[in-house]
């Protein structure tokens, strides 16, 4: 194929769509005139969407509207369940870009937690501090050790083991000792 | 004067749900035509069009006019279509039964206008290359044909670029013109 001939051919989408510039339109139309293959071939594209807006959109069948709205109302009128409501408060807010918020929030609070027990010296932890907090039914876990001496932070994020029963998780928020 | 659809949608975010009812009669049937050509089924199609209206009430609040409401409606639309085809993964002999029935009918009823063999078999080999789209390419392609969408519009509703949309109408097309070389 010569190398005008496939330049047109890439750009007859566009060119059918009516979204090629000026001067790249009239190039592809005089190419056109001169081609007969590749006429042959946008013959063929715009048979393709003459059929296709014929399947789909004169098969379509009118909907009258009086039916329609009121199936809309009755949505909007009908008092969610209590499922449904949680489904939608989750995906409203642990969907991105909502969820990005977590993140620092889930940081600052430990840094805030932390921070308390290094200037009040709250009594809790007077030396060590660590904690276990569960994330999710999944068995996934974050633990924060703090040792006061070398003034050590380590954020740990880890997962049962599977067949790890409920309660050896609950044990492990138990403060440890270092 | 006829309201514009911001104006419309700005007396649905103050409460007034007769506001609503005008934006659902300019657009259901719209939405209507593109659900069906993505999830190939009548019935489904007009409970997802109606979840579509539902759902943008819901959210109506949220719309602050930054893209225009029909691009904002539509993206809420083919979302929800590609999601629940995606979910309930029917059998696509079921577009091409539905579809043979509407035939029938306007058989029936009105003079068809691909009353030709030739252009009986097209069209049925047609639905079957639409059936074969990826639920992307679908789209791209109910939205540009059915609804004369520009490629800008296109990529806001399917949250791609523009040069995604072109990419995805060139491939779709060229797969639709392979599948029916012989009728074309």
Known sequence: ?178 | MESSDWELVQKCQAGKIDAFQELVSRYHQKIYTVIVGLLRNREDALEVAQETFFRAYRKIKSFQGGSSFYTWLYRIAVNIAIDSQRRQKRNPLDFRETMDGLFEEQNEVAKDPFSDVHDRELREKLVSAINDLTPEHKAVIILRTVEGLSYKDIGEILGCSEGTVMSRLHYARKKLQQKLSVFL
Not at chain 1, 129 to 143: K, M
């Open chain 1, 1 to 178: 194929m010569r190398e005008d001939c496939e330049r047109t051919r890439e750009s007859l989408s566009r060119w059918v769509d009516g979204d090629l510039s000026a001067s790249d339109a009239e190039a592809i139309r005089l190419h056109l005139g001169s081609c007969a293959a590749c006429d042959g071939e946008r013959r063929q594209l715009e048979k393709l969407e003459f059929s296709l807006k014929s399947v789909l959109v004169s098969d379509v069948p009118r909907i009258d509207f009086e039916p329609f709205w009121a199936g809309v109302r009755e949505r909007i009128k009908k008092k969610p369940s209590r499922r449904e409501a949680i489904m939608e408060w989750s995906r409203s807010t642990f969907t991105p870009p909502a969820l990005v918020w977590t993140v620092p929030a889930v940081i600052v609070v430990l840094l805030g937690v932390l921070s308390m027990n290094s200037f009040w010296r709250l009594g809790w932890q007077r030396n060590n501090f660590a904690a276990v907090e569960s994330i999710d039914a999944h068995g996934r876990n974050v633990a924060l050790l703090r040792e006061d001496e070398t003034k050590t932070t380590v954020i740990w994020l880890y997962q049962n083991q599977e067949g790890e029963d409920e309660s050896s998780g609950e044990n492990a928020e138990t403060t440890p000792s270092f």
